[in-house]
Nanobody, 121 residues
């Protein structure tokens, strides 16, 4: 019903930067939140950053001063600018969105397939 497609992952050296994008498509009446989680092998999935209507942003503690989330609501798109990358940032980065497919209907969580970010040092 709703699809999230990420792009922009890849290989980067420590200290470098990457910019991730995620586009939501399908049956969308409104999106209240878009954001990013990440999951490394053997670790729990953790919040990276999220943006909610009203220009509210939240960041995970380890990325707060290095990453920046932005959102283009008209294009159903969210971005993640990642700077000063560290090897411990290596993970699959997953886009998520909280979406209502009908006006007045319930909001549901949707997830992208993920994009790999690998930071070498």
């Amino acid at each position: 019903q709703v699809q999230l497609v990420e792009s922009g992952g890849g290989l980067v050296q420590a200290g470098g930067s990457l910019r991730l994008s995620c586009v939501a498509s399908g049956r969308i009446a409104s999106i209240i939140t878009m954001g990013w989680y990440r999951q490394a092998p053997g670790k729990e999935r953790e919040l990276v950053a999220r943006h909610t209507d009203g220009d509210i942003t939240n960041y995970g503690h380890s990325v707060k001063d290095r990453f920046a989330i932005s959102r283009d609501t008209a294009k159903n798109t969210v971005y993640l600018q990642m700077n000063s990358l560290r090897p411990e940032d290596t993970a699959v980065y997953l886009c998520y969105a909280v979406v209502a497919s009908n006006y007045g209907g319930a909001y549901n969580n949707y997830w992208g397939q993920g994009t790999q970010v690998t930071v070498s040092s």
